[in-house]
């Protein structure tokens, strides 16, 4: 699907768990991610159900005086509302839905308490600047729209989901109605980051030209070939994909950044100086736990073939903090399970992660 003949893949056996102390964007196409909340769509006309986005202050208004607690299913936020998941509705008119004109984040949850939140709210603000689309929302708005989900689902473990769209344009048109204003979801989803059994055995990949836009830096729900990679990793029996680039160097993970370690111990990431990686907020604060334990780091292009003789390889997002990579297109790396630089990054990660917790 992806050059095949060009990027082998030869299936193998899982490999042998590591210590215990190993345990836990964008692209061409218009497609909207959805997550697993209900996002029923109303075609009511140019008015659809529920879409018109309240000024900020309104909208934190109505976040104080809406008070009730829903039991049947998950409570998600849409437009300044708590709402049970299945109430929610958004326009079929929303440019999020027709041209993924949208950008999103995605912020951890462990022991109820919000990760990095500081920097995800800095990278949105920078998502939306490019857009030129206005923050819609103080951070603190934010904070307190998260934490309010959080204790609503009673969540102690998992990621909380925020995207932002440009709005209910009234018909569907490529130029944007100026007087829309912006959509404002988030939902919560429980997940298992910390014992993640992935990160115990490690996981495999396989490599495929990187074919997205060229603003990679920005985190919009243009997702489609991310989507389908995915898809077509999981088709040929791996966990993921490695993108290339023209010149067979690692760009990124579908939705993760790359990293590998050199037999001396180096560790090297791309650098995120261009505009065809994400600045990964979870990449960011493994680069900083490295230097605080003098680690040697480098930030520049690897190559494929680099990667196939390195010691070790690993992946970092959100949902999946420091996460082992044990195998690359059929190629064992290193001896093929978990090794103790990722395991390590991983531990120091999640406690040091903890601590500055919100």
């Not at 109605?177 to 014992?195: G, H, S």
């Amino acid at each position: 699907m992806y050059g095949a003949t060009r990027y082998p893949l030869t299936r193998v056996v899982s490999r042998h768990c590591c210590a215990k102390a190993c345990t836990a964007t964008n692209s061409s196409m218009f497609l909207s991610r959805r997550g697993n909340a209900t996002a029923a769509l109303s075609a009511k006309g140019s008015k659809g159900q529920m879409v018109t986005h309240r000024t900020s202050k309104k909208q934190e208004q109505k976040m104080k005086m809406s008070g009730s607690i829903h039991t049947n299913g998950r409570t998600v936020y849409l437009n300044g509302s708590f709402l049970p998941e299945q109430d929610a509705r958004i326009s079929v008119f929303d440019r999020g839905f027709l041209f993924a004109d949208a950008v999103y984040e995605v912020s951890s949850v462990l022991q109820g308490k919000l990760l990095d939140f500081d920097g995800h709210v800095k990278r949105l603000e920078r998502s939306l600047e490019a857009i030129q689309m206005p923050m819609p929302l103080t951070a603190d708005a934010f904070l307190q729209i998260h934490r309010r989900l959080i204790a609503e689902n009673s969540l102690e473990e998992g990621v909380v989901y925020l995207q932002i769209t440009r709005g209910n344009a009234g018909d569907r048109n490529f130029l944007p109605t100026p007087q829309a204003e912006a959509t404002v979801v988030l939902f919560t989803q429980k997940m298992q980051l910390v014992e993640n059994p992935k990160a115990k055995t490690g996981i495999r990949v396989v490599s495929i030209p990187d074919q997205r836009w060229k603003r990679c830096d920005i985190k919009t729900t243009q997702l489609l070939y991310q989507s389908l990679s995915k898809m077509n990793a999981k088709a040929l029996g791996v966990d993921d994909a490695w993108m290339l680039d023209s010149h067979d160097n690692v760009t990124e993970g579908t939705s993760n950044n790359a990293f590998l370690v050199l037999a001396d111990g180096t560790i090297v990431t791309k650098s995120i100086t261009g505009t065809d990686i994400l600045h990964g907020i979870t990449r960011a604060a493994v680069v900083r736990v490295a230097a605080e334990m003098d680690m040697q780091l480098q930030e520049r292009a690897f190559s494929l073939k680099e990667v196939h003789t390195a010691t070790e390889a690993f992946s970092t997002s959100a949902s999946s903090f420091v996460m082992p990579v044990v195998e690359l297109d059929g190629v064992q790396i290193g001896d093929g399970k978990p090794g103790p630089v990722a395991c390590r990054l991983r531990e120091i990660y999640i406690q040091e992660s903890l601590k500055r917790a919100v």
